[in-house]
């Protein structure tokens, strides 16, 4: 695996805000192609995921399942309604405890929002960090979500 050259973030916050400006993440179209693109990213990477963990972490597949891909069963049957009303550039930092849930579920929301997205995972969490910075610009748009490391 070859490791992600790591970004300047102020040229990272740059081209993310001229991305958002473009317009390109209001479009109901491409939030949707965002959104499948990351239900694709799991279904296909499901594996990588679950070892990233396991090596960041010694997290046993089916607590990785449980906390990180599937359903908490602490929030069921819970609700929740989203206003998608873009705010423009979000940077997302995901802890080291939930690397992988708390980077993608907020990059969810935020896609669905119209946002550009900054993202980036624990350091503490090397090996996720990496699957995510190797992931995420194979399955979406680059100009308007991006991965820093470190």
Known sequence: ???VPRLDTSQVASSLRAAFRTGRTRSVKWRLEQLH???KLLEENEEDIYWALDADLRKP???AFLSEKGVPLLAWPASASIVPEPLGVVFIMSPWNFPFMLAVDPLIGAISA???VCLKASEITPTTSALLARLIPKY????AIQVVEG
């Open 1 to 3: 695996m070859n490791p």
């Open 37 to 39: 693109a990351i239900v």
């Open 61 to 63: 597949r089916h607590e």
């Open 114 to 116: 119209g946002c550009a």
């Open 140 to 143: 979406l748009d680059t100009n």
